[in-house]
């Protein structure tokens, strides 16, 4: 789910899981309301996309509530006419039930989706029905969407597999091992998650609990591959440098069941720079050398409302943030990041006419052909340059606010030998990150 801000993200993890509560008081069903919700998995998107996109919305008609949020957004582009194969999309709703996350999916143009596979809000969950399960796998096969290599699930943000407390770190690892099973039910191969917190303890053995606990949860399912996301760098988070996510690898026993998401806004954050050809160069570069390329597995996809190594994890939309553009093009025309998903977590709240936030899933459907356009693009034409421009001008206020939260902080900082005030709350993840 996109992380623009902490009150945005409580209000869209709220939405999503008021919609979770519900079905748990009735039989899961693929309502037109429940559409509305995100999905995702990998398409080989095909000839046939348009065809069963459009029976997708057929299927909905006269359904009442929700039916202006199932339709079709944009239709999806077939990989096979990309220059690479790209396969972009978003974190979209399972509300109503998983099956709906492909739905979802389909609606905005997506080739690649994440999704989460339960409450993020609690700790006890029910069992996948046999029906969201059924329907998930059915939908994915009718819409041509290879789950097991483009689909791409979010951790609860409430497990921290480095909890040092033992009650503590067994409800983290039941939760985590419970998403790992819900996948394996699903066909679902890959399971993003973020590293986790050190509770204020030393790094070195936040990242051995992390790694036991990956060891554990290994050997407890067979098949899903566990995704280290990389952080902005705030905190006690552990996973914000390349070292933190190597070491964490090293002590991993089964290295074929463990890899690496990265965030392109973290990234950013933790002083990775993306913005030219040379800084992403250097980048990727330090990435394969320290990690390693073979654990590359996936993307998030995000520009940044907080400057070049801020460790502020705000996400800006695509073009608009201090990345730009350029850090996008470069990704897209990057042959190694081919056949993995990239999954948008950008914010589509706008304001509606009664000045209450609504999302706008067509800033999804339209970021997705804003990224597919920049295959095999010439970033050196008028037409690149204009569009970077437009983008940049379109963010320049927000980036601006950032920017001054971020110089006004910087000033009032404990000048070197002082020592800095405790933090009184221990956070599993960067501010509002996804």
Request: aromatic residues 6%; contains cysteine.
């Amino acid at each position: 789910m996109p992380r623009p801000t902490r009150g945005s993200q409580k209000a869209a993890i709220k939405r999503e899981e008021d919609d979770f509560d519900e079905v748990k008081a009735s039989k899961p069903r693929q309502s037109a309301a429940a559409a509305k919700r995100k999905a995702d998995s990998e398409p080989e998107a095909d000839a046939d996309s348009k065809t069963q996109a459009s029976k997708a919305v057929k299927k909905r008609k006269g359904k009442g509530k929700g039916d202006e949020e199932a339709m079709v957004l944009a239709e999806r582009t077939a990989v096979s006419a990309l220059g690479k194969a790209m396969y972009i999309g978003a974190h979209v709703s399972a509300a109503g039930g998983v099956q709906n996350a492909v739905t979802n999916a389909v609606q905005i143009g997506a080739n690649s989706f994440a999704l989460f596979l339960k409450s993020q809000r609690k700790w006890s969950n029910p069992p996948i029905t046999a029906e969201a399960k059924n329907g998930f796998i059915s939908q994915c096969k009718e819409h041509h969407y290879h789950a097991n290599e483009h689909a791409l699930p979010h951790g609860s943000y409430l497990v921290n597999l480095a909890q040092a407390d033992k009650d503590k770190a067994k409800q983290a690892y039941d939760s985590f091992v419970d998403d790992l099973d819900r996948c394996e039910q699903l066909g679902i191969k890959l399971y993003n998650f973020h590293p986790g917190s050190t509770g204020g303890d030393t790094k070195a053995a936040a990242i051995k609990r992390i790694a036991t606990q990956l060891n554990k949860a290994h050997k407890a399912t067979k098949t899903v591959i566990t995704v280290l996301e990389n952080m902005a760098g705030s905190g006690n988070v552990v996973g914000s440098t390349w070292e933190d996510l190597r070491d964490i690898i090293a002590l991993v026993e089964n290295k074929s069941r463990v890899g690496v998401c990265i965030d392109t806004c973290h990234a950013f954050a933790a002083g990775y720079d993306l913005r030219t050809p040379e800084t992403f160069k250097k980048t990727v570069d330090s990435f394969n050398e320290i990690v390693g390329a073979n654990y590359l597995k996936a993307f998030h996809l995000n520009d940044s409302k907080a400057p070049f190594n801020s460790n502020r994890d705000l996400h800006a939309n695509i073009g608009t943030g201090f990345l730009g553009l350029r850090a996008f093009h470069s990704l897209m025309n990057h042959a190694e990041f081919q056949d993995k998903p990239m999954v948008l977590e950008t914010p589509i709240d706008r304001k509606g006419a009664d000045g209450k936030s609504v999302e706008d899933k067509q800033i999804w459907a339209n970021e997705i052909k804003l990224l597919e356009s920049l295959i095999d693009m010439d970033p050196e034409t008028e037409d690149f340059r204009k569009l970077e421009k437009e983008l940049q001008a379109k963010g320049s206020d927000e980036r601006k606010k950032i920017q001054d939260q971020v110089d006004k902080k910087s000033k009032s900082a404990p000048k070197k030998g002082k020592a800095a005030p405790k933090m009184k709350k221990e956070a599993t993840s960067d501010e509002g990150s996804d």
